[in-house]
């Protein structure tokens, strides 16, 4: 098999200031956003008893700190400064995902065992509703980004922001269902679905399986060329 000569891989100096700068955009949205989906959903979820909602409040504020966490690495104008933050960085939201995980599991079980049943809540639906519309975006757009630039933290803090879509999508379906037809044991069971996602979340970016960062310089086969422009092992979500 014939060798592919010696290319650069990586966004140019200048290509990766503009793809950082977009991150701290994307990431500043994303915290603003978060932050008032939190108190709105915590509010809701209280009134309502609705582990659930009270769950996605607190992916909510999660998310905040994931972003945070990358909002800090970012901060940095110097690119080896913030590559040498990104494993902080990530175990920051691996460790954000297991926090989740822990409290809705807990939440959830309590609430099937009959200490607490969730009431109907329509502003919970209208935030779900909303966030689904709104989240696959702000996620979307990070992780292409993040994937340019070869950012582990940028594409894993995106996974986050998506898992709020996901998220949503139970979180309606079980608010739907307990409004509609009365089946409170939706919400928690919805619940224990996020707990679920949240895990295995946690584990991969603990892992390190969010991303390959490209090397500035390689000499790889045609097997590694297949990999992509971006330089990285099949499989990884940079490339995906």
């Not at 110097?78 to 926090?99: C, D, G, M, Q, Y």
Request: glycine residues 8%; charged residues 15%; contains cysteine.
């Amino acid at each position: 098999m014939l060798l592919m000569t010696a290319i650069s891989l990586g966004p140019s100096p200048a290509r990766r200031d503009a793809l950082a700068h977009r991150i701290r955009l994307l990431v500043a949205a994303t915290i603003t956003y978060n932050v008032i989906e939190a108190i709105g959903a915590i509010t809701a979820g209280t009134l309502a008893s609705s582990t659930a909602l009270i769950g996605f409040g607190l992916d909510s504020v999660i998310e905040v700190s994931s972003a945070a966490a990358v909002a800090w690495q970012f901060s940095a104008r110097e690119h080896a400064v913030r590559e040498a933050r990104e494993k902080t960085t990530l175990r920051i939201i691996a460790l954000s995902f297991f926090a989740l995980a822990a409290y809705v599991a807990v939440d959830a079980i309590r609430a099937l065992t009959g200490t607490g049943e969730a009431e109907r809540s329509i502003p919970g639906i209208v935030l779900a509703a909303l966030s689904l519309a709104v989240m696959p975006f702000l996620s979307a757009a990070q992780r292409r980004a993040g994937r340019e630039l070869g950012s582990a933290s940028a594409v894993a803090d995106s996974k986050q922001t998506l898992l709020c879509t996901y998220l949503s999508v139970v979180l309606l379906v079980g608010l739907v269902l307990n409004a509609t037809l009365g089946w409170s044991w939706a919400d928690p069971i919805a619940a224990l679905v996020i707990a679920a996602v949240a895990t295995k979340e946690g584990r991969d970016t603990w892992q390190g399986n969010g991303c390959c960062a490209p090397s500035a310089v390689a000499a790889p086969t045609i097997e590694a060329e297949a990999g992509g422009a971006c330089g990285c092992r099949r499989g990884c979500d940079c490339c995906n």
